[in-house]
Every structure is written in C-alpha cells, then in structure tokens.
C-alpha cells in the first residue's frame, strides 16, 4: 500500500495540474473519444451459507477507444497528466504491457492476436474499460473489458480479460449470437454461460459455470455522442456443477463524465486514494474469508491449455536452472541414443523445443508449466518424475522411451550421491524401496556444486512454505498441501 508521503505527493499534483488545466484545457467534449467511470464495485458469496459474505466498494476506471488512446488523442496536458505508451513522468497512464499477451506490441494488436487464435474477428473499433496507473503505480486491474464493433459500428461481442493475483491472464470472448443466453438477466443486454476456466479466488475451484452479464455502452467508439453517457455494467454470477448460485460480482458505473483534464482531475480530488487500494482490499476480504469465515484455500492449478489463457505465470529463477540443465543434458543424450524430442509448453508464448535428429525414434512430451523441469530434476529417477507428474504435470507419447532418455548411465557407485540423497529426503519410505533410486542422477553428470546449491533451495523452500502457513495459521484444503505432493504420490502407487 502507498505511504503516507506518496498520497500526499499525489493530491498535490493533482490539484496543480488542475490549476494548469483551468489555463490550458482545450480538449473538445463534442465526440468524446474517452470517458471518466466512478464505479461501485459489489461482491456477494453465498455458499457455504455459513461462510456467506458481502461487501461493496468504489472504483475509477477509463472508458476509451482504443483507435484514440494508441493515437494519443486522449493525452492530456501534454501528456503529463494521462498519456498512452508509458508508466513514469504522468500523472495517469496506460501501456500495452500489461495486457494480454506478455511484449510491447500495441493494446489493438494484442486484441486482435488473441482474437484470431480464437476464431473471432478483428474488431473495426472499440471501447475498453480498465484501470490507469496512477503516479507509477500500476496495481492489479482484476477485470478489463473490451467492447468490440463491426464495420457497421454494431457491437458484436465483448471480451473480458481477467487477472489474478498471481501474474496471469485469461480472456473469455463473448460473441452475440453466439452462445450467448435467450433470455439475458433483467437490466441487461446480453448474458453467457460456459464452464469456468481460470483460476482467480483462491476459496473457489475451478468447478462451475459462469453466467456473465452485460449492459452495452450507450454508444460506439465512432457513434455520435448520445444524450446518455456510456455506463457500461457487466455482472458475472458463478454456479456451483449443480447449479446454485456460490457467487455473484457487479460492476457498474455510477456515473461517467467525457475524460478531459478537469473531469480527471476532479475524480482524482474527489477519490485520490482509489486506484491504489485495490489489491488491498483483496488482501482483506481474503483474511476476512479465510480466519472469519473459515474458507480453506485451493492451491493454485496448472492452467488449463488452450483455454483462454493469455499470460501464464513466468517461470522463477529455479525453474529456469531446472529448464536450462535439462536442455543442457538433451542436447548431448539426444545424440547419443538417436532419439528424437520435443517439449511443447502449453503455455502459446513458450516456443517448442525439438532436439535430436529427424530421424529414429520420437518421444513428445507436453507440459502444462516451468514445473515440469522441478519435477526432472528434483525426482530421484524418471520412474519417480512419472509418479509424481505423470499426467498431471506433463505427458509423454512413450514411457518407455522417457524412462530410458532420464535414466543416468552405469557407474561404479553403489550408494547414492550427496545429490541423490538430497533429493530422497522429501520420499516416504515406501518410495524409497518400491522404486529403484540409482547411485547418480541424469542430470548431474556436470555443475556438481550449483545442482546441490539448487537442490539444497528447493528443499528449504518446502520447509519454509509449509512453516509460514503453520505461524500464519493458514489453512490449505485437505489433501492439497504442495509440501505433501510425495505423500500423495506414495498413496498413488500404492493404488495402482
């Protein structure tokens, strides 16, 4: 949350470039290509019925054309108080990184990008509703709604583009006619139901549907203004797999004014603290919901490919030793037993990986996230990786051939190595008998030291995770616990 000095620093800035503004403002209101939204923002949990709860709060947001805002006909006071393209020197902004797909390419051609991958075409124009950056800060934009016309300036469809607190995007696109509802809810335009996809909450799984609602924009981008103002609502309703409402979110404009300098700057007067106090309030509710309420929490899942998912999360520093010895060690053993690999992510901004010849035997392997490396390098054998990731991490075209690539070559040893032995700590016994654990690993043939320093950081972390949720008397939904995912493997085998 910001201190103290920066809400001050903030407010004086505001009402400075208010004082500019009342010199220098020519900004026509006429067509307004850009509006001003002073949000209420109701959330209302209703199952458990012991656990239900609701709250209701403001929110600012931007209505803008996205044609406008990339030719910087939005910019205002020469850019200093709201520009488009950067983060710093403004007062208010928006920039393309932050949205869809992870790069720097502009809003519309990320939009039409995920909208191509999906079938549905490249809007002539439209509005998008999101969250500014205020003073540097750029806080978490939950929802950003885009509302997309035809050539004819009809409005078509909607594409909602959802992010969690864990750094990923998803995008539901939402066309009329189309799926959609026959019936929408009362006050509203259009209504659609699908099955959940993307992991937001984490007090709900992704179990349910969605019924999302939406109440157009009064006009288009390019429409004549109207005597109303655009206040476009979107309701979104979350159904349990039987049908009961679990759920429910509203946002909706409460008011809407043409963005020029002085309208910007009396909602900043009016609200300076808004737009930094949403992850806050999500920080709140969730210790409201999980010590009050009693909600156990649902460990974040492996997304779903091809699903809508946009922006996954990155893989940390870990990860990408993991992912780099692993390359390291298929380049050499490729060649060597004349086998041909390829690792595709389902991840669409990860490229798949191919080594080995074109020729001889092909195994394809395809995961879901960075910890499919985790999983090759921190399980003793291949038939433990199997156990544990198998196919709920990664699938293989062949266990067989996967077993032979990641098993290490003979060795004199007959005990394990400090690093194999590093990485039977975490195994129940059962683990430790059923399945052959050999003297060496595949991939420890080099960087003996990095690989225990690796190993050594892994385990610590297990510990550190399960001891922080003990102090902080969290509570992980049974049966999910991270620190625990050998325990469950162990049951696994001893099922099978």
């Not at 919901?289 to 091809?306: G, M, N, W």
């Not at 086998?339 to 990986?353: F, K, M, N, S």
């Not at 008397?473 to 620190?483: D, F, H, N, Q, S």
């Amino acid at each position: 949350m910001p201190s103290f000095t920066t809400a001050v620093l903030s407010v004086s800035v505001s009402l400075a470039a208010l004082l500019y503004a009342r010199l220098h403002s020519r900004k026509s209101t006429t067509h307004p290509a850009g509006y001003v939204l002073h949000n209420q923002v109701t959330h209302a949990r209703f199952l458990p019925t012991e656990s239900a709860h609701a709250f209701t709060y403001p929110t600012l947001s931007l209505l803008v054309s996205l044609d406008a805002l990339e030719a910087h006909e939005l910019d205002l006071a020469r850019g200093w108080l709201f520009s488009y393209g950067g983060l710093w020197l403004r007062l208010l902004g928006l920039r393309p990184h932050p949205y869809l797909r992870p790069g720097n390419a502009s809003i519309r051609a990320k939009l039409e990008a995920a909208l191509h991958a999906r079938g549905a075409p490249a809007p002539a124009s439209a509005w998008m509703m999101t969250m500014p950056s205020f003073v540097g800060w750029e806080g978490i934009n939950p929802l950003t709604v885009y509302f997309c016309y035809d050539a004819r300036a009809e409005l078509w469809g909607a594409v909602l583009e959802v992010h969690n607190t864990f750094g990923e995007n998803h995008v539901y696109i939402l066309e009329i006619g189309r799926g959609d509802d026959p019936t929408p809810g009362t006050g509203f335009d259009h209504q659609w139901t699908f099955p959940r996809e993307f992991h937001v909450s984490p007090f709900n799984d992704r179990a349910g549907t969605y019924s999302i609602s939406i109440r157009r924009p009064t006009r288009g981008p390019t429409h004549a203004p109207s005597s109303i103002p655009p206040r476009p609502t979107v309701r979104v309703h979350l159904h349990t797999p039987t049908g009961a409402l679990k759920l429910t979110a509203l946002l909706r404009p409460t008011a809407s004014a043409p963005l020029t300098t002085p309208n910007l700057l009396r909602a900043l007067v009016r609200t300076p603290f808004t737009l930094f106090l949403s992850f806050p309030r999500i920080l709140y509710v969730a210790a409201v919901l999980h010590y009050r309420k009693r909600l156990d929490v649902f460990v974040r899942p492996p997304p779903r490919p091809a699903a809508g998912g946009v922006r996954w999360l990155p893989e940390g520093p870990l990860e990408r030793f993991a992912r780099q010895r692993v390359s390291a060690f298929l380049h050499t053993r490729t060649e060597e037993l004349r086998v041909r690999i390829t690792l595709t992510a389902a991840d669409p901004g990860v490229p798949q990986c191919a080594f080995g010849p074109t020729e001889g035997e092909q195994l394809d392997v395809a995961y879901l996230s960075p910890q499919f490396f985790v999983i090759l390098f921190t399980a003793p054998s291949a038939a433990h990786a199997l156990l544990l990731g198998c196919p709920s991490e990664f699938k293989v075209s062949s266990e067989r051939l996967f077993t032979t690539v990641f098993s290490p070559p003979p060795t004199k040893l007959h005990y394990p190595s400090l690093r194999q032995r590093l990485r039977m700590r975490p195994l129940p016994p059962t683990l430790r008998t059923a399945l052959p654990v050999p003297p060496r690993h595949a991939l420890d043939a080099t960087g003996a030291l990095t690989s225990t320093v690796a190993l050594l950081c892994f385990l610590a972390l297990d510990h550190i995770e399960a001891f922080v949720f003990r102090v902080m008397r969290a509570r992980i939904v049974p049966g999910e616990e991270p620190w625990k995912r050998w325990e469950r493997a162990a049951t696994r085998y001893k099922a099978s």
